[in-house]
C-alpha cells in the first residue's frame, strides 16, 4: 500500500516536472547558424555573447574549461566538429600548431587585428598571427588580506613560509603550481634538469600544509568569503576580490611572476569557420574588448579598448600589471612527455 | 513439432530476453573489455593511445605516492561506511519500529532530500561551513567561540559528505531488514530475562546483519568513486581514487593510465563483494 | 514509576535523535531556499543583502539553465522507459524460461549497480569515442538506460517471487494469446515492482552527475550545470530552481498524504 502511493506520488510529480522542464526548450531560433565556443571560465562576459548572438543571428553553444591541459584533451576526445574557436595560451597556441590542430585565420573577416597593441602582435609563439589573436593575459600574482595577515608577503618563496598553515588558495594548475615553486628557487618555469626537478619537488611538497583549496575557475571566492587569507592566483581574480574587500592587496612576486597570453583560435576541424572568423573579428573590436576587461579586468593587449578604459583601468596594478613586472616574468613553454611525466607524479605527490 | 517448439519456446524467450542481453554485451561488457586493454596500452607523442603492449601504466601505479592515495581512500571508505552505519541503525531502528501514525511520512521525509540536486547539497554544506558562514556566524553571535572554526577543505570534510550522500543508502537497506523483525522474539528473549543490550546483540544485530552487510557496500564503493564530493568539500586536497581517475580523463589526458586506475577500483570492487558474500550477504538485496 | 521514567527517557532521546538527524538531512535544504530570496548581485552570493524575488524572474531568463533542466527531464522519461521496457521483459523471461548462460547475464546486470559509478562512466565514454559517435542526448541517454535497467530488473524480480504462473497456463488453456496474456495478466500483477523500478530508474537519473560527466560532449544536463556554476560561483537563479522543484515534490506527498490524490484516483 505504502508502496503503492509513493508510486503514484512519483509519476504524477514526474509529469509536472516534464511539462515544467519543457517550457526551457524553447530555444531561439539561429537565422544563421551556429558557433560551439571552448573558453576559460571566468574569462568571458555572457552579455557580450548575448549581444554577439543578437547582432549576427548566430546561436553560441559555450562550454568551458579550468585549464589549457583540460582544453586540449577534450578537443581530442571529442568528435571532430564539436568545438569550433578555442583559446588556447601560448605554450598550448604553439602545442597545438605543432599538432596541425588549427585553421589558418582568414585575416580578411578578422579586420579588427589592428586594434592590437605591436607589443602582442607577432609572438614567438605564432609568427606573423597565422593562427591565433591575442584575447588577454596576466599574471599570476599573489593576494594578501591585509587584514588578516600581518606577515609581510613579497616574493613566490614567502608563500612557502610555515607562518602561511592552511591559509592559501593556488591555482590547480600543475604548471603555474610547479612553475612557481621553481621561479622561488630562481630556476626557470621549464625546467628539464632531472637534479633540479629533484630540489624543485622536495620544496614544492613544503606547499601541502599551506595550501588549503585548489581552484583555477574562482579563487576570488575563497579570499572574499574569507576561508582563504593567502591566494595565487590569476591577476583579475585578484582585482576582483579587491573590489569586494579593499582589504586585499595585489603583490607582484620578486623573482618575477608567471607571465601569460591568452588567445583565439580556431580549430582545423570547425564546422563553423565562417561564423568563427567573424566572431573572433567581433571579439577585437574595440568596444567589446573594454566591455570584457569591464568584467574580467585582465591584461588588455587591444591598443584601442585600453584607451577608452581610461585611467581607472590604466592605473590599477592589478588590472594593468606594470610594463616592468611583465618584463621580468616567464611564460610557460611545451615540454618533452617524459619531463611532463615527472612534473606529473610531482602533482599527484602535493596532491595527495 | 520442432517448429512448434521453437515458435512457444524459443522465440518468447529470446524476444524478451534479447534486448537486456544485447544491450548488457554492447554496454556493458564490451566498454569494460576494452577499458582492460587499454589499461595495457601506451601513449604516443601525441597523447593518442598507443596499441603496443606494456606494463608501463601498473608499474606506475604501484608507485608508493599511488599506494598512499588507495590507502587514503579506503580509509575515508571505511570511516564513511562505519559513521553511517553508527548513525543510520539507531535511526533506522527507531523509525522502522515505532508505533506512531506518520511512520510513512518520516519514511518519506528521508527520501525527499534526495529529490533535491544532490550537488546543490553538497554546495549548500560548503556555504553553510564556510568561515563566514551560517554556523561559523551563528556560534560567533553566541559568543560560543571567538574566533571562527575551520571546518572546511579537510579530510573530515570530504568524509562529512560522503556520509551525507550515501546516508539514505544505509539507512534503507536497515529499514527493511529492522521491519522484518518479529517482536515477539523481542518478547520472548526478554521474557527469558536478557537485558537490553543482551538482546540487541544476540537477537537483533544478528537478525538484522544483511541489512548492515548490504548497506555497507551501497556505502563502501561509491566511496572511492565520488570525486566530486572530494572536489567541492575537500579543496582538491584530499583525493580519492574517483579523482585519480578523472584527472587522467581530463587533464592528465592518459587515457591507458586512467583506464589501469580503473581496473584497479573493479578489482577492489570484486573483493569487497567476494567478501560480502562470504559474510553471508545476498546479493538480490544491493539496490532495492 | 522507574520503568516509566526509563521508557519516557528513552522516547525523549529518540525524538532528539532522529530531529537532529533530519536537522542534518535538511539543513543544506534550508539554506538553498533561503538564498533563494538573497537579493545580492555579486559572486560569490554568500552574504545576505536583502530578501527579495528577483532570482525567481531571473531564472525564467537563464536560457541555458532551463535548456539543462529540460534536457534531464527528457533523458530521466526516456531512461526510464527504455530501462522499464528492456527490464521488464527480460525479468519475466528469465523468470519464465530456462536456459544456458542466466548465470552470465546475471552476473553483468550486477556490474553496473556494485561497481563505481565512474568506471562505467569512463568505460561508456571510451567505447563512444571509439566507435565515434558523438557525445550528447543520444550518449547520455544510453549511458543512464544502462545504468537503470538492472535496478527496474531487481525490482520486478522481487514482485516475480512467488508468481504462479499457472494463472498464466490457464489464460492461454481459455484462448487468450501469449501477447494478450503477458498485458492482461502478467503486466497487472507486476505493476508495483514496474512502478518501483520505474520510479527509482528516474530518481537516478535525475540526480546522475558521475556518469553524465564523462558522456555529455556539449549537452548540459542540470546536475552537470550546476556543477559548473559550483565552479564559479551558484548564483541563486540555481537556488530558485532547486526550490521550485523542492516545493512541487513536497506539495505533491504532502497531498498523498492526507490522501487527497488517493480519493481522487478512487473516483477515477
Not at chain 1, 93 to 106: F, N, P
Not at chain 2, 251 to 268: E, Q, R
Request: net charge neutral; proline share 4%.
Amino acid at each position: 500500500m505504502k508502496r503503492k502511493r509513493i508510486v503514484c506520488v512519483a509519476l504524477s510529480l514526474m509529469l509536472v516536472l516534464s511539462l515544467a522542464g519543457f517550457t526551457g526548450c524553447g530555444k531561439k531560433s539561429a537565422s544563421n547558424g551556429e558557433l560551439n565556443i571552448f573558453t576559460w571560465t571566468e574569462y568571458v562576459p555572457e552579455s557580450v555573447v548575448e549581444d554577439f548572438e543578437k547582432e549576427y543571428g548566430i546561436k553560441v553553444n559555450w562550454t568551458t574549461f579550468s585549464s589549457n591541459e583540460d582544453m586540449l584533451a577534450k578537443v581530442k576526445t571529442e568528435s571532430a566538429g564539436t568545438y569550433d574557436i578555442v583559446q588556447p595560451s601560448d605554450y598550448m597556441v604553439e602545442q597545438m600548431i605543432s599538432q596541425d590542430m588549427l585553421m589558418e585565420l582568414d585575416k580578411d573577416v578578422i579586420t579588427n587585428i589592428e586594434n592590437i597593441d605591436s607589443a602582442y602582435i607577432n609572438p614567438s609563439y605564432d609568427p606573423g598571427n597565422k593562427y591565433s589573436v591575442p584575447y588577454q593575459g596576466g599574471v599570476a600574482a599573489i593576494a594578501v588580506n591585509t587584514d588578516k595577515v600581518s606577515k609581510e608577503i613579497t616574493s613566490y618563496d614567502d608563500l612557502f613560509s610555515e607562518d602561511l598553515k592552511g591559509s592559501i588558495v593556488a591555482l590547480d594548475d600543475y604548471r603555474a603550481v610547479i612553475g612557481m615553486t621553481a621561479r622561488s628557487m630562481g630556476y626557470s618555469m621549464n625546467e628539464t634538469d632531472t637534479d633540479k626537478l629533484a630540489k624543485i619537488e622536495e620544496k614544492l611538497l613544503k606547499l601541502k600544509d599551506n595550501v588549503k583549496v585548489y581552484d583555477s575557475d574562482s579563487p576570488k571566492n575563497s579570499l572574499i568569503s574569507g576561508d582563504c587569507t593567502v591566494g595565487y592566483c590569476w591577476a583579475a581574480e585578484i582585482a576582483l576580490a579587491q573590489e569586494e574587500n579593499p582589504a586585499i592587496k595585489i603583490v607582484f612576486p620578486k623573482e618575477g611572476p608567471y607571465v601569460f597570453m591568452d588567445n583565439w583560435a580556431v580549430l582545423k576541424t570547425a564546422k563553423n569557420s565562417e561564423n568563427a572568423m567573424k566572431f573572433i573579428n567581433y571579439m577585437l573590436d574595440s568596444e567589446t574588448s573594454q566591455k570584457v576587461s569591464e568584467e574580467f579586468p585582465y591584461l588588455n593587449p587591444n591598443a584601442k579598448a585600453v584607451e577608452a578604459l581610461g585611467d581607472e583601468y590604466k592605473s590599477n596594478e592589478a588590472k594593468n600589471p606594470p610594463a616592468d613586472v611583465i618584463a621580468s616574468g616567464e611564460y610557460v613553454s611545451n615540454l618533452d612527455t617524459d619531463t611532463l611525466a615527472i612534473y606529473d607524479a610531482m602533482w599527484t605527490k602535493l596532491k595527495k | 513439432m520442432t517448429k512448434h517448439r521453437f515458435k512457444s519456446k524459443t522465440l518468447p524467450a529470446i524476444s524478451m530476453v534479447g534486448p537486456v542481453t544485447i544491450w548488457l554485451l554492447v554496454f556493458v561488457a564490451a566498454p569494460l573489455v576494452y577499458v582492460f586493454i587499454m589499461s595495457f596500452c601506451g601513449l604516443d607523442e601525441f597523447y593518442n593511445v598507443s596499441y603496443h603492449f606494456t606494463l608501463n601504466n601498473y608499474k606506475r601505479l604501484a608507485d608508493s605516492n599511488y599506494v598512499d592515495i588507495y590507502l587514503h581512500s579506503l580509509i575515508i571508505a571505511l570511516t564513511t561506511t562505519v559513521v553511517c552505519i553508527l548513525l543510520a541503525y539507531p535511526f533506522a531502528y527507531i523509525i522502522a519500529r515505532t508505533k506512531s501514525r506518520k511512520k510513512n511520512l518520516l519514511y518519506m521525509l528521508v527520501i525527499i532530500p534526495f529529490w533535491t540536486n544532490s550537488l546543490i547539497r553538497i554546495y549548500g554544506w560548503r556555504s553553510l561551513l564556510g568561515t563566514n558562514g551560517w554556523i561559523n556566524t551563528f556560534l560567533m553571535n553566541l559568543h560560543l567561540i571567538s574566533e571562527p572554526i575551520d571546518f572546511l577543505y579537510k579530510q573530515g570534510t570530504t568524509i562529512f559528505g560522503m556520509v551525507y550522500c550515501l546516508f539514505p543508502f544505509m539507512v534503507l537497506p536497515l529499514y527493511t531488514a529492522i521491519e522484518k523483525l518479529d517482536g515477539s522474539l523481542l518478547e520472548a528473549s526478554a521474557d527469558l530475562g536478557a537485558k537490553g543490550p543482551k538482546t540487541f546483540f544476540n537477537v537483533i544485530l544478528p537478525l538484522t546483519s544483511g541489512g548492515i552487510f548490504s548497506g555497507s557496500i551501497m556505502v563502501f564503493i561509491p566511496c572511492l568513486g565520488y570525486f566530486f564530493v572530494a572536489d567541492i568539500l575537500g579543496g582538491g586536497n584530499s583525493d580519492v581514487i574517483g579523482n585519480l581517475v578523472e584527472r587522467q580523463f581530463q587533464s592528465g589526458n592518459n587515457w591507458p593510465l586512467g583506464a589501469a586506475l580503473s581496473i584497479i577500483l573493479i578489482l577492489v570492487t570484486l573483493i569487497l563483494v567476494k567478501i560480502y558474500q562470504k559474510l553471508g550477504g545476498d546479493m538480490d538485496s544491493l539496490g532495492v | 514509576m522507574k520503568k516509566r521514567t526509563k521508557r519516557k527517557l528513552k522516547k525523549i532521546f529518540s525524538i532528539i535523535f532522529c530531529s537532529l538527524i533530519y536537522l542534518f538531512l535538511f539543513a543544506p535544504i534550508i539554506y538553498i531556499v533561503v538564498n533563494s530570496f538573497n537579493a545580492t548581485r555579486s559572486k560569490p552570493y554568500l552574504s545576505w543583502k536583502g530578501f527579495s524575488f528577483d532570482w525567481y524572474v531571473k531564472l525564467f531568463d537563464n536560457q541555458t539553465l532551463l535548456q539543462s533542466f529540460g534536457n534531464t527531464m527528457i533523458i530521466a522519461i526516456t531512461s526510464m522507459i527504455l530501462a522499464t521496457i528492456i527490464g521488464t521483459l527480460a525479468s519475466v523471461g528469465m523468470y519464465k524460461f530456462k536456459f544456458k548462460g542466466k548465470a552470465a547475464i546475471d552476473g553483468l546486470l550486477y556490474i553496473p549497480v556494485v561497481i563505481p559509478e565512474i568506471v562505467l562512466g569512463i568505460a561508456l565514454l571510451t567505447l563512444f569515442s571509439n566507435i565515434n559517435i558523438p557525445r550528447g542526448m543520444l550518449t547520455l541517454i544510453i549511458a543512464h538506460t544502462t545504468f537503470c535497467v538492472p535496478f527496474v530488473i531487481f525490482n520486478v524480480r522481487a514482485r516475480l517471487g512467488g508468481y504462479d504462473m499457472s494463472i498464466e497456463e490457464a489464460s492461454m488453456d481459455l484462448g487468450a494469446g501469449r501477447i494478450r496474456t503477458f498485458f492482461e495478466i502478467t503486466l497487472p500483477v507486476l505493476a508495483p515492482g514496474i512502478g518501483g523500478g520505474a520510479l527509482l530508474a528516474f530518481t537516478l537519473s535525475i540526480d546522475d552527475v558521475i556518469i553524465s560527466y564523462f558522456v555529455n560532449g556539449q549537452t548540459k544536463t542540470f546536475p552537470l550545470k550546476v556543477y559548473e556554476s559550483i565552479r564559479s560561483g551558484v548564483a541563486p537563479d540555481v537556488n530558485a530552481l532547486s526550490t521550485l522543484i523542492l516545493i512541487g515534490t513536497t506539495v505533491l506527498v504532502i497531498l498523498t498524504q492526507s490522501g487527497l490524490i488517493k480519493k481522487l484516483l478512487k473516483k477515477a
